[in-house]
Nanobody
Framework: QVQLVESGGGSVQAGGSLRLSCAAS????????MGWFRQAPGKQREGVAV????????YYGDSVKGRFSISRDNAKTTLYLQMNSLEPEDTAMYYC??????????????????WGQGTQVTVSS
């Protein structure tokens, strides 16, 4: 069992920055892939960034490349998402997710077994 708890959301103006954190606990080998997804009202859940602990490779959604950065601590207990140059379109509930294996697309939400409760990010223009 894996538990994920997000924090760090809030309200900022466009151009601002936020850093989200995801504290993970439980069976560590069930979270080889950890990532961030977001969902805005009326929209589908969207993959933002994913980190693969096996190789250290990171994946980013097209809409956040160059602005967001995913990282983790060496103990695999905390995942971070540094969000810079925030835009109103980034407004959403952000969720941390984990899984032990993916089947191709790292942003396939259905492959993730564990989810946090979410943290709200609101960007005003």
């Amino acid at each position: 069992q894996v538990q994920l708890v997000e924090s760090g959301g809030g309200s900022v103006q466009a151009g601002g920055s936020l850093r989200l954190s995801c504290a993970a606990s439980g069976y560590m080998y069930s979270r080889n892939y950890m990532g961030w997804f977001r969902q805005a009202p009326g929209k589908q859940r969207e993959g933002v960034a994913v980190f693969y602990f096996g190789s250290g490779q990171s994946y980013y959604g097209d809409s956040v490349k160059g602005r967001f950065s995913i990282s983790r601590d060496n103990a695999k207990t905390t995942l971070y998402l540094q969000m810079n140059s925030l835009e109103p379109e980034d407004t959403a509930m952000y969720y941390c997710a984990a899984t032990d294996v993916i089947y191709g697309d790292p942003f396939m939400a259905g492959d993730y077994n564990y989810w946090g409760q979410g943290t709200q990010v609101t960007v005003s223009s």
